[in-house]
Nanobody
């Protein structure tokens, strides 16, 4: 059974840090590139970060560049999103996604709330 199980969401203060995780089961994880998306209320879902299958290259949305870092461990079948210097505009539901051509899987989404 294919699953992407997210963890590490929750409440963070502005300027604080949060480490998100997305654990994969049921598919060949190392054959999939991985993405993190987010969706804030009233806004479209946007791509936040992406990492290649080997983990040797990443891209970031301009809004998070320099603050967020995405990484993966293919042996553990997990990806992380390290969120530093979190801003109020980072509040959203965050989703991880696995992509291999037309094959795509989504995590369940977890809320990140930014509040002092």
């Amino acid at each position: 059974q294919v699953q992407l199980v997210e963890s590490g969401g929750g409440l963070v203060q502005p300027g604080g840090s949060l480490r998100r995780a997305c654990a994969a089961t049921g598919f060949d994880f190392s054959s999939y590139s991985m993405n993190w998306h987010r969706q804030a209320p009233g806004k479209e879902r946007e791509l936040v970060a992406a990492i290649t299958r080997a983990g040797d290259s990443t891209i970031y949305a301009d809004s998070v560049k320099g603050r967020f870092t995405m990484s993966r461990d293919n042996a553990e079948k997990i990806v992380h999103l390290q969120m530093n210097d979190v801003k109020p505009e980072d509040a959203a539901v965050y989703y991880c996604q696995a992509v291999n051509g037309l094959s795509k899987y989504w995590g369940q989404g977890t809320q990140v709330t930014v509040s002092s």
